[in-house]
């Protein structure tokens, strides 16, 4: 997609790192976009950043590993803005190495 003006993005992981940059870039660009995380204090502060370029921004409070909460964020997402062009799906999902025996 070359031009990210009035498109609609969704990425998770976004409260730090590359997913933080995926949400603050394509924001500059005149993207919307719905960013998603389990950390909400990191989410909070990818906010701030976005705002410096767009009000056009909102936050999802997300754990990727429960189905029903992704399905129930995707549908709040097409609610608030009317529409998703985008998903990037950044977030990833850790197990315990006890888990895992």
Known sequence: MKDLKDKVAGITGAASGIG???????????CEVSIADIDPKGLQETRSMVEETTERCSTH????????????????????????DMI???AGVGLNPQQCK
Request: no cysteine.
């Open 20 to 30: 933080r940059m995926l949400a603050v870039e394509p924001a500059k660009k005149g």
């Open 88 to 90: 990037i799906n950044n």
């Open 61 to 84: 409070e997300l754990d990727v590993a429960r189905r029903e909460k992704v399905y129930a964020w995707a549908d709040e997402v097409v609610k608030r803005h009317g529409r998703v």
